[in-house]
């Protein structure tokens, strides 16, 4: 799975805001030392955890959580933001926009309660990572991350 730019640093600003990757598991994406060339997979054989680098099969012992940078999902973030609350995802694609003048092609937007927030992005997955964000910081948001 290819990771843009985009999304690699909205991960590490996520994870700067707390988002803590508790347990690896078969099937999560990381970032390997903060690399962005070095973004690897988990797969399990038996009880061993394994990666793929550089078509080599590595064993990952040493995989410490909090050293890595967790690169979640669509199905993981939309977990993540049900468990702190939201409900009602929207997601839509806004053919025929231009990315440099509104943020991105794709808007995703989320309710809890009353309160109701959206981002936009290049790709949906870049859209929730900045929703996620916004849930980790709250009233401390970067409207920043939104030009990113």
């Known amino acids: 799975m290819k990771f843009t730019d985009k999304e690699i640093m909205l991960a590490k600003r996520m ?4 988002l ?13 030392g903060g690399d962005p060339s070095l973004v690897k997979f988990i797969r ?3 009880h061993y955890w394994y990666i793929s680098a550089h078509r080599k099969i590595c064993e ?13 999902l669509w199905h993981q973030c939309r977990e993540m933001l049900e468990e702190a609350g ?3 995802f929207h997601l839509t694609h806004n053919i025929g926009c231009r990315f440099e003048d509104d943020g991105g092609a794709i808007s995703v937007s989320v309710e809890r309660g009353s ?32 030009g990113m």
């Open 15 to 18: 994870k700067e805001a707390g």
């Open 20 to 32: 803590v990757w508790s347990s690896p598991q078969p099937g999560n994406w990381f970032l390997l």
């Open 44 to 46: 399990i054989t038996n």
């Open 60 to 72: 990952v012992w040493w995989l410490d959580s909090g050293r890595q940078v967790w690169l979640p």
């Open 86 to 88: 939201w409900r009602h």
């Open 115 to 146: 309160e109701s927030v959206g981002a936009r992005g290049e790709t949906d997955l870049e859209a929730i990572y900045k929703l996620i964000y916004y849930d980790l910081v709250g009233d401390k948001y970067d409207s920043s991350v939104e």
